[in-house]
């Protein structure tokens, strides 16, 4: 069965949660006691409806203020796959967050209100489903129970998103405009009887078919730590673990580590106590080579023939995501596959406004939430691809030493 | 049956368990595995053999026993150490309440559930752990589902649920200060029905309370309480044997059965596909209040 991941972000107002609850509701994915536990929750709020944002919002602040402030997963399975949302907050003090939720999404649900067209929260929503290069996006234009189903008014907002999408650099998306109404259900889960103008698919038909796409590029496997078992069955046995992050790899294949560049060739791939001829992206296995050759956590298996270039200046796009402000002089730990190695931002480019979509001259340093392009500089080389070419070999998170906080993801240009 | 596709068993929820462990594994000096006896704890167990195979699991179990286990869950616990050759290493929660660092809850309710936390942080101390990993799924409750995979802890254990590090993509960042500790929970994107598919397909061993029994209960607000010398019984509370198992593995004095005549891993995943209650719905512990499971945590809970 698939896993097909989902991205939604959005405010309450946006009607995000209803939407999310309807698709739960309509496939079979609440249960009774967790229902009643709303419908309790709602009456002591003095809310009228079933608030399902209450089934989503976690954690006591977020239900205090009626916000969504991090991330929640949600689980749910149709009879064709198993569905996880990342559900984020849609406010620009929240942009960290909603990259978190995009990160390994393979769609994003981007609402807008149909009263209220492309607004500010579209272009950013739709900045960063950009810059991740998310292979489709599903704009529901929601609330149409609120525009009398008005035709006109659906094609408008198309048109304006459409206009927007391709004023952004990454074309390749696939993009599909759904007029909604997550109160009432239409065009959720089934075709709505109050739009026969619309011709396309409901939200739910539309996750259940699109193709769960292939990780772009070719083979990467960061080693995660080698297996020496040393007891008497597997005396000789060293194997190096890791899980594939693109491409695929068969047995008999010439790979080479990176970054010493020595080549060997693939004796065995081990997965759960079995053995198999191939192993393909997403897969945790452990594989064993033909030479006796120095490999360890932070080295990458690649295809001899296919390796990425090794680099110590880089040039990426980031998003800032701590409280300190980014500082040019002091040097970070950058975290690429499973290497961690210093790095130091030489400079800051330019700065990315998601709203108007303008790019500013920097200032001093980087706010939280504040996406960058950057120059970079490694203590030593990396093996990195382009994220355009290969999404998952392309990203790198930044660690301040001193408090050991996560302060930026970037995406290698 | 209808619904076969809840059924399937997604693999590739298998890779990223053992992706999450073998980071733990790599980024930690001394990680251990929380092992309560339940079905998500065992199938943690599993998958961390899978992750190492052909070497060994480079973790011992951790126990934490409040001393109200299921005498069934015991016996199984000792048979899976001896069977898979790993370290059990038991926190006591008598130890505390001799020590008198925690007090027993009295009254009808009473549980010990609250005090584990105490052992836990004081098992985590005196062993030196850097790491537990822990069978938490975020499916189940909503607090849960906010929680990060690597989740750090403070030197008190405890969860700043509105500070935690982003994560991103497969990233994973376990760099702590010396004192802080990370949660682990690998199978953070497990739905409860995964688990179940998961432990048909690996022909997985659990505890004989999951499968239908007779017991001698208590009827309470419409919840059976399994009767033991641990919960009070009220002079006009009836004791009545009834076919039951269990849903979840917990305390005795906070895991309510469920009647129910399922006797294999088939028979339950049909029992859990058509139920219209949650899993944590039988934990009496969640009960106490909407914000049950956050209050816990923030505090070092599990």
Redesign the interface.
């Known amino acids: 069965?698939?896993?097909f991941r989902i991205a939604t972000a959005g405010s309450v107002d946006d009607g995000k949660s209803t939407l999310i609850g309807r698709l739960l509701y309509e496939t079979n994915s609440i249960?009774?006691?967790?229902l009643e536990?709303i419908e309790r929750?709602s009456q002591r709020k003095g809310i009228g409806f079933l608030d399902l944002s209450l089934?989503?919002?976690?954690?006591?602040?977020e239900?205090e203020q009626g916000i969504t402030?991090?991330?929640?997963?949600?689980?749910f399975?149709?009879?064709?796959r198993?569905f996880?949302i990342a559900d984020s907050p849609g406010h620009v003090e929240y942009t960290?967050?909603m990259?978190?939720g995009a990160?390994?999404a393979q769609t994003s649900v981007i609402l807008v209100d149909a009263r209220k067209g492309i607004i500010e929260q579209t272009h950013r929503h739709y900045f960063i489903a950009n810059l991740l290069r998310i292979p489709y996006v599903i704009v529901c234009v929601n609330k149409m129970d609120l525009v009398n189903y008005s035709e006109e008014v659906f094609t408008k907002i198309k048109n304006d998103f459409l206009k927007l999408s391709a004023s952004l650099p990454n074309t390749q998306q696939q993009i599909v405009v759904i007029p909604v109404s997550s109160l009432h259900g239409d065009n959720l889960t089934t075709r709505s009887q109050n739009m026969p103008w619309y011709t396309g698919e409901p939200l739910l038909t539309l996750l259940e078919s699109l193709p769960v796409p292939a990780a772009r590029g070719s083979f990467r496997m960061p080693v995660?730590?080698a297996?020496?078992?040393r007891?008497e069955?597997?005396h000789d046995?060293r194997g190096y673990?890791?899980?594939v992050?693109s491409g695929k790899i068969n047995v008999g294949d010439a790979v080479t580590v990176l970054p010493s560049g020595r080549s060997s060739k693939v004796t065995g791939i081990?997965k759960?106590?079995q053995e198999q001829s191939t192993a393909t992206d997403?897969?945790?296995v452990?594989i064993t080579i033909a030479d006796n050759i120095d490999i360890s956590?932070g080295d990458m298996l690649v295809r001899t023939g296919e390796e990425p270039t090794l680099k110590t200046e880089h040039k990426a796009f980031i998003c800032w995501?701590d409280s300190h402000l980014l500082d040019t002089v002091k040097s970070y730990?950058i975290?690429h596959g499973?290497q961690r190695i210093k790095a130091k931002v030489t400079q800051v480019n330019f700065v990315q406004d998601t709203a108007s979509l303008q790019q500013l001259a920097p200032s001093e340093g980087l706010k939280m939430n504040e996406i960058a392009q950057v120059n970079l500089k490694t203590a030593k080389p990396l093996p990195v691809d382009v994220y355009h070419d290969n999404p998952?070999n392309g990203?790198f998170?930044l660690?301040d030493e001193f408090t050991?906080?996560?302060v930026a993801?970037g995406f290698f240009e | 049956m209808k619904k076969d596709y809840l059924k399937e068993f997604p693999r590739e929820m298998e890779d990223e368990a053992i992706y999450i462990i073998r980071e733990a594994a790599a980024q930690f000096e001394r990680p251990a595995i929380l092992f309560s006896g339940g079905k998500d704890s065992i199938t943690l167990v599993r998958l961390a053999q899978k992750a190492f195979y052909p070497g060994k699991v480079p973790f011992p179990l951790v126990h934490i026993d409040t001393g109200h286990n299921f005498p069934e869950t015991i016996t199984f616990r000792d048979k899976l150490v001896a069977e898979t050759g790993l370290e059990l290493i038991v926190g006591l929660v008598q130890d505390d309440i001799d020590a008198k660092r925690v007090a027993e809850e009295t009254g009808k309710f009473a549980s010990r559930n609250i005090l584990q936390t105490t052992t836990l942080l004081r098992t985590i101390e005196s062993l030196k752990l850097d790491a537990c990993l822990g069978g938490a799924r975020r499916d189940e409750e909503k607090a849960r589902a906010k929680e990060r995979v690597f989740s750090v802890r403070d030197d008190f254990g405890q969860w700043d649920a509105k500070n935690q590090r982003p994560e991103l993509f497969d990233y994973l960042n376990g760099r702590i200060r010396p004192g802080e500790n990370v949660r682990v929970f690998p199978i953070s994107n497990w739905t409860e029905l995964d688990v179940w598919n998961y432990i048909r397909e690996e022909k997985l061993e659990i505890p004989s309370i999951y499968y239908s029994h007779e017991r001698e209960v208590i009827e309470r607000n419409g919840v059976l309480w399994p009767y033991s010398d641990f919960i009070f019984k009220d002079a006009d509370e009836v004791v009545q044997t009834k076919t039951v198992r269990f849903r979840t593995v917990g305390d005795m004095s906070c895991t309510a059965a469920l009647a129910s005549t399922a006797n294999t891993v088939e028979q339950i995943i049909e029992e859990v596909i058509g139920t219209s209650v949650s899993e944590r719905g039988s934990r009496l512990d969640d009960q106490r209040s909407e914000a049950a499971m956050e209050a816990r945590k923030a505090v070092g809970y599990f």
């Open positions: 069965m698939d896993v249960t009774t006691d967790k536990a929750a089934l989503t919002d976690g954690l006591v602040a239900r402030i991090d991330v929640a997963h949600i689980y399975n149709t009879p064709k198993k996880i960290r967050n990259i978190t990160s390994r995660q730590l297996i020496r078992p007891n069955s597997h046995f673990a890791g899980r992050s081990h759960n106590g997403r897969e945790s452990t956590r995501m730990l975290q499973t998952a990203t998170i660690i050991n906080n996560t993801v």
